[in-house]
């Protein structure tokens, strides 16, 4: 009896290289943004405000202030940088995720940061900057989960929340135009899509987005929760495991009568909680847009249309009558990476106990 060839696509070394290819993409770009993009836009606007005779801009002077010579400067920085920001954080996540969808993961991170950064070619358009406009102001007060990293605790000021909460007719409006961004931020939510995989205009994209969400409505929804789902817990479950384990550990080992050594134990297991939670949301968009991503692919062909990313980049197949196996360098970096986390963890932990009166 001859027995059944496993997919490649479905082995966990493959889904772990997945994982892999998000995981230094992430480290990558982040680096990046923290050593380089930040401090650069950080410099640019304390330039602009010197010059300006302030060194910040209150509530009370910030429209005269972005009516401004140096104000305009500021917003054109500012929207230059956003740009950036999505290349960085959302095309590259969806060409990423066309390649895996297509099996080709054998894909660099530096190579997709050279990659994201050549795909904002697409949306120098007056619509095009609208969409990044919308993607970092909106999706972030709607919650889709799709939005860049600098935005993602963006929200409307204490301030302002506390005028509509308190009043009814303020909140039932300020509800209902929630409701509609939400709507509306769904049926577009292939746009990105229609133009980085299939290389279509930004117009013809809102276009095709919106009919295609519109012919599908609750079962694209429902396909997507489905595949959001399974695909967090994918990368929740294995931590929950480990999070457990260290949970039965400390317990077994914490004695009533070491003040300190319980004190140790509960601050390590404070800072591995925290790191499993990190992980999960370091992890969480670009699963969700992969997301997307295979149902714009399955939905695409059930229209009868063949997809195929056109965005040209240098990304091979994984040969299926091959037994993939993670590599070395892959091991050894986790190994070390375990070990120095760890070595933070109990060192932190330390410093905390020893100074547990004086700093809390």
Do not use: C
Request: net charge positive.
């Amino acid at each position: 009896m001859t027995k059944t060839m496993r997919r490649v696509e479905d082995t966990k070394v493959y889904k772990g290289r997945v994982l892999w290819i998000f995981t230094k993409y992430q480290l990558l770009s982040k680096t990046i943004l923290a050593l380089l993009m930040y401090p650069i836009y950080h410099i640019l606007v304390q330039f602009l405000l010197n010059s300006s005779g302030r060194t910040v801009f209150s509530s009370g002077d910030f429209i005269s202030f972005l009516l401004s010579f140096n104000g305009i400067g500021l917003l054109l920085i500012t929207l230059v940088m956003m740009v950036i920001f999505i290349g960085l954080d959302v095309n590259s996540f969806i060409l990423m995720s066309a390649l895996i969808k297509e099996g080709r993961i054998e894909v660099t991170a530096r190579q997709m940061i050279w990659v994201s950064l050549q795909s904002l070619k697409h949306f120098l358009s007056p619509a095009g900057l609208l969409m990044m406009v919308y993607i970092s102001l909106i999706f972030p007060l709607v919650g889709l989960g799709i939005t860049i990293s600098p935005m993602k605790d963006f929200q409307i000021p204490n301030f302002i929340t506390s005028v509509i909460y308190a009043n009814p007719l303020y909140l039932t409006l300020y509800s209902l135009v929630l409701i509609f961004l939400t709507y509306l931020s769904y049926r577009f939510i292939l746009t990105f899509h229609y133009m980085l995989i299939m290389g279509k205009p930004t117009k013809e994209s809102f276009r095709l987005s919106a009919q295609l969400t519109k012919k599908y409505g609750f079962s694209f929804l429902k396909s997507l929760l489905k595949k959001s789902l399974m695909k967090g817990f994918m990368v929740i479950l294995p931590l929950a495991m480990l999070f457990i384990i260290l949970l039965g550990l400390t317990f077994w080992l914490v004695n009533a009568d070491d003040l300190e050594s319980t004190r140790f134990l509960l601050f390590f297991l404070l800072l591995a909680l925290s790191e499993v939670v990190a992980v999960f949301m370091f992890l969480w968009i670009p699963l969700f847009i992969l997301s997307i991503t295979e149902l714009f692919y399955d939905y695409n062909e059930k229209e009868g249309k063949t997809i195929s990313l056109v965005f040209p980049i240098k990304a091979s197949r994984w040969a299926p009558d091959i037994e993939h196996k993670i590599r070395l360098r892959t091991k050894f970096f986790l190994a070390v990476f375990v070990l120095v986390l760890v070595g933070m963890n109990a060192l932190l932990s330390a410093i905390f106990t020893l100074h547990f009166e004086s700093l809390f």
